[in-house]
């Protein structure tokens, strides 16, 4: 204890400027959130007004209600989150079964397989949209969840994530099973499955982020407004009711809150999930 | 021993049906979303190609030629290059004063502080952007009030790539500090003891011993940023489409412009290759660089 202090070798008064610059430091980058929110309790007219007050002088959820009731956002809440839920759920299972069918059997190209799948997560995605949106297009799928969905059936970051934790089962387990006459399937749906639980967390978490604040991909597929999802409808809406700031305000807020809730909750996992996935670096 | 569990020759039945199933629908999925759109983009940017008219016609080089002689796309990666070095600059020298006052002793609130740094991070792009426009809106911005400046910041040339650089550098840095805290952990403290005993001070322990033992860190978020930054477009949808005139066209609003605002996806798709070979180039010198951290070491 002594020698950690010594070893800082700041004084008290430095240390506290150290505790205030950081602690400052975090304000300003929640400030953007919180305007937000304040914003979004106020009306237009306090909006616009010259004198202005970082709070709302008379709080109201009216903004709220215009969002649901006017722009319909509960509905594109609601379809964000099918999505962002299908997707997430699809990909842990894919991505699972086959980080465990590329660590765990041996086959000819099974390398060359891998090296493949890795290489994917390097092309950029403007290069393959133009081909996937014609390809949607000639399937005639366009307008349907099936074009959200089908496209992310797999995932390379959660194939070689998946395949990294698989290393970490010692084979012997898989032979006992295999000796008790266990078959491939249950194997992996009862004994794996459940021992990879800390990675399905941590790649649910990003597979449920990335889904949830996708654009470009949802904006080119889906046509009616009822089958869109939040961030199209967002930018939607700022141009057609580009003047009720508050209404907008509201709704980015829609866009934002859950997400800031469910990262407020699982934070130790968000953290672990990111440091694990530099590792690889 | 290890041998015989690694060419069990009693493969099961179940084992040949799991492993063709999962083989044969990676294969699939792999190559009809990935393989076929490279070809096809390839193969599309020699051609006169508009699916809204419904026109694919070969025109040889004229898509790569039009590219190469358009001011708009010279002006477009000169600006992501300004864009993605100032935001990795940032990025990177951000996380390290801030990883670094994070790692000291004296810190209080640690885990409540990397959680709020972290949480621009994790909010959808698209739905930050905005917010970010009404911050710099010239008439009821919070920026402009908190400077106590009247700057029009999406309006005025000088200002437009700033704007958009300072939601990047916002968005980001956590990611930054996170990474650089968690290879701060995982330095060797008692060489740090050892220093401190020879008497170095800090800023010498910094530059002699953390600097160098963090590079593999910092060359991956470097590399990571680099590639992701090259494909930015969604602040520049939504704050400023591009303007005023081009001073904030990058190189991935280009693609989206010509692709989905104008349907010129041969021209698009010809743009979209060259940023691919960068980003391959970046992906290269990337393994070539930490292949050489790894020799030093």
Redesign the interface.
Known sequence: MQKQKASSGGSKGSGILLNAVLILFSLLTILPFLWMLSSSLKTNVEISALEQSFLPKAPTLQNYLNAIEKMNFLRYFFNSFAYAVAITVITLYTSSISGFVLCKYRFKGRQLLFSCILATMMVPGVVTIIPRYSMMQLAGWLDSWRALIVPSLFTSFGIFMMRQSCTGIPDEMLEAARIDGANEFYIFHRIILPMLQNALSSIAIFQFLWAWEDYLWPYLMIRSESKQVLSVALNMFSGRYSTDYAGLFAATSIAIIPVVICYLFFQRRFIEGIASSAVKG | MNAI????PLR?S??V???NL??C???C??I???L???V??FL?SFHLWN?LKGQYRFNGLTNWKMVFESSLFWRSMGNTFIFAAVAVLARVILGLL?SC??H??????L??????????T???????A???K??YDP??G?LN?LLGAHINWLFDARYAMTAIVLLTI?KDF??AV??LL?GLYSLPTDL??AA?IDGA??AQKFRYMTLPLLK??I??IV??SL?SY??TY?PV??LTQGGPGTQTYLA?YI??DQ??VKYN?GY??AI??V??LI??LL?GLSFRL?GQTEKER
């Open positions: 569990h690694r060419r069990h099961s179940s084992e049906v799991l492993r999962v083989v629908g990676l294969c999925f792999f009809l979303f990935f076929v759109p490279i096809v983009a599309g699916p801030l006052a994070l000291s002793k004296t810190v209080r609130f885990s409540t502080l990397r959680t709020l740094y972290y949480l621009p994790i909010t959808p792009m698209v739905a930050v905005f917010v970010w009404f911050m008439q009821f919070l009030q916002w956590g990611y996170v990474i968690g740090y003891e401190g001070n800090a593999p860190t060359l991956f590399i990571t590639i090259f494909q969604i949808m939504v991935s693609i989206y692709a989905f996806f698009a798709s979209s290759f940023l691919f980003i391959a992906t930490s």
